[in-house]
């Protein structure tokens, strides 16, 4: 028996190769590591009250749009009290 086969026969390399993930299973894991640390984020960002938030220049409507715009655009919810004209 060579040092690469195991006991049934198989190619170790083969059965190393069935245990290594997919590609695609990569992809699903960077996702879901991806949305567990966006998870943490805005649980972390919504427990700071309206004064810590303003020291780190952000609004509390923000903080959706900030975690999860990759543009570094932040768009604002207007104010309960703000009337726009046309």
């Given at each position: 028996m060579s040092p690469h086969t195991l006991t049934g026969g198989t190619p170790a390399s083969?059965?190393?190769?069935?245990?290594r993930p997919?590609?695609?299973l990569a992809g699903v894991r960077a996702?879901?590591?991806r949305y567990l640390a966006l998870r943490t984020a805005h649980a972390e960002l919504t427990a700071?009250?309206?004064r810590t938030l303003k020291d780190i220049g952000l609004d509390r409507?923000?903080?959706?749009?900030?975690?999860?715009?990759?543009?570094?655009?932040?768009?604002?919810?207007?104010?309960?009290?703000?009337q726009t004209q046309y």
């Open positions: 083969a059965m190393l190769a069935f245990f997919s590609p695609r996702a879901v590591h700071l009250d309206d409507s923000e903080i959706t749009s900030v975690l999860c715009d990759r543009s570094g655009e932040r768009t604002i919810a207007p104010s309960p009290g703000l």
